[in-house]
T-cell receptor, first 114, second 113 residues
Framework: DSGVTQTPKHLITATGQRVTLRCSPRSGDLSVYWYQQSLDQGLQFLIQYYNGEERAKGNILERFSAQQFPDLHSELNLSSLELGDSALYFC?????????????FGPGTRLTVT | AQSVAQPEDQVNVAEGNPLTVKCTYS??????LFWYVQYPNRGLQFLLKYITGDNLVKGSYGFEAEFNKSQTSFHLKKPSALVSDSALYFCAVAGFGNEKLTFGTGTRLTIIP
């Protein structure tokens, strides 16, 4: 158990809908990262927050947004969902903002868009 | 742009034999290098990292990795493979001052009893 929690574990929804994925980092960790894992594109970095502020952005679509709250938990919002958004979404956390810190991954949320 | 190559999609090793999972990288400046392992239906688990210092890095579960700057490689090794080592292994790189971690495509390691 990494100490990172993600809810829900599974999510099935229809095209065009909006969903929210939630992540709680390990105790004491200030950074939260979001990743998308799919068979065709592998593990893709989406976005990083550090102590409430956006720190780095990766291949995140405009339909997706995220935020980190004062208690350091984070939410990833996916809207206008398409079939291609079906994937595993992982949250990870680390102690600091630098990429030199190892990241600890949650168990993931499996999103299925029908 | 930074990148990671894991040239082997699949590696099969007999139990008890040494194993190597290959990784090469490209990044501006000094690299931060990581290995992660993913078991079925689980998140990634951190194994080890190289930031600076000794080129041979020891990590969890008896794994180690050797940083080779001239060959831009960071191969994962273990002297004696266990069946429980069977999993998907990811190499990742970031550059100093670049907060994004770039992952390779993964290598599926199968240890044959």
């Amino acid at each position: 158990d990494s100490g990172v929690t993600q809810t829900p574990k599974h999510l099935i929804t229809a095209t065009g809908q909006r969903v929210t994925l939630r992540c709680s980092p390990r105790s004491g960790d200030l950074s939260v990262y979001w990743y998308q894992q799919s068979l065709d594109q592998g593990l893709q970095f989406l976005i990083q927050y550090y102590n409430g502020e956006e720190r780095a952005k990766g291949n995140i679509l405009e339909r997706f947004s995220a935020q980190q709250f004062p208690d350091l938990h984070s939410e990833l919002n996916l809207s206008s969902l398409e079939l291609g958004d079906s994937a595993l979404y992982f949250c990870a956390s680390s102690r600091g903002g630098s990429s030199s810190y190892e990241q600890y991954f949650g168990p993931g949320t499996r999103l299925t868009v029908t | 742009a930074q990148s990671v190559a894991q040239p082997e999609d699949q590696v099969n090793v007999a139990e008890g034999n040494p194993l190597t999972v290959k990784c090469t990288y490209s990044v501006s400046g000094n690299p931060y290098l990581f290995w992660y392992v993913q078991y079925p239906n689980r998140g990634l688990q951190f194994l080890l990292k190289y930031i600076t210092g000794d080129n041979l890095v020891k990590g969890s579960y008896g794994f180690e990795a050797e940083f080779n700057k001239s060959q831009t490689s960071f191969h994962l090794k273990k002297p004696s493979a266990l069946v429980s080592d069977s999993a998907l292994y990811f190499c990742a790189v970031a550059g100093f001052g670049n907060e994004k971690l770039t992952f390779g495509t993964g290598t599926r390691l199968t240890i044959i009893p």
